[in-house]
T-cell receptor, first 111, second 114 residues
Framework: GENVEQHPSTLSVQEGDSAVIKCTYS??????FPWYKQELGKGPQLIID?????GEKKDQRIAVTLNKTAKHFSLHITETQPEDSAVYFC??????????FGAGTRLTVKP | GAVVSQHPSRVICKSGTSVKIECRSL??????MFWYRQFPKKSLMLMAT?????????EQGVEKDKFLINHASLTLSTLTVTSAHPEDSSFYIC??????????FGPGTRLLVL
């Protein structure tokens, strides 16, 4: 089955700096890669996703890149703000409903 | 759009009792819903996949007789934790599958078994 690895596990940046979180996946058949943001005590919220027919997708300060050959994808947050502080999860799915999540990255944005 | 609700948000129960958690897709229909369990500072652990009108598919190691799942309509799935014990205390999160395999998550239910 699919195995997703996520790095780093914790990330601390200064407000205004950029943050990058990276994930790798094992199943070459995976074709859908969402990113979720989870705040303390709440459910994960979808912030951006990308499919395997696209190499990059951007939504305001958030962007995701996908390298199918290397089987890795990354989340980029620019001009970080304190409210970006949360746990971010990447995920990958392809075969049916088999979506697997990374271990999560705890992002702290220092004002 | 794509809002998923869960009820209750938190519940405290005595050991040995059963607890039902509801998951609803409010503005879309979901043939498939998922139930996850999340331990503190850990990732989401898939417990089971719930398909409307059919039996749920459980992940390896998840007791189907302990975690009863019912998906009676396209907008409602329920998880019942039967004969709950303190080790069942956790954060339970459901998700509903929308278009293109996208999963939309509920706000979660925190269960504490005394």
């Amino acid at each position: 089955g699919e195995n997703v690895e996520q790095h780093p596990s914790t990330l601390s940046v200064q407000e205004g700096d950029s943050a990058v979180i990276k994930c790798t996946y094992s199943d070459s058949a995976s074709n859908y890669f969402p990113w979720y943001k989870q705040e303390l005590g709440k459910g994960p919220q979808l912030i951006i996703d990308i499919r395997s027919n696209v190499g990059e997708k951007k939504d305001q300060r958030i962007a995701v890149t996908l390298n199918k050959t290397a089987k890795h994808f990354s989340l980029h947050i620019t001009e970080t703000q304190p409210e970006d502080s949360a746990v971010y999860f990447c995920a990958a799915s392809g075969r049916g409903n088999d979506m697997r999540f990374g271990a999560g990255t705890r992002l702290t944005v220092k004002p | 759009g794509a809002v998923v609700s869960q009820h209750p948000s938190r519940v405290i129960c005595k050991s040995g009792t059963s607890v039902k958690i509801e998951c609803r897709s409010l503005d879309f229909q979901a043939t498939t819903m998922f139930w996850y369990r999340q331990f503190p500072k850990k990732s989401l652990m898939l417990m089971a996949t719930s398909n409307e009108g059919s039996k749920a598919t459980y992940e390896q190691g998840v007791e189907k007789d302990k975690f009863l799942i019912n998906h009676a309509s396209l907008t409602l799935s329920t998880l019942t934790v039967t004969s709950a014990h303190p080790e069942d205390s956790s954060f339970y999160i459901c998700s509903a599958e929308g278009l293109g395999e996208t999963q939309y998550f509920g706000p979660g239910t925190r269960l504490l078994v005394l």
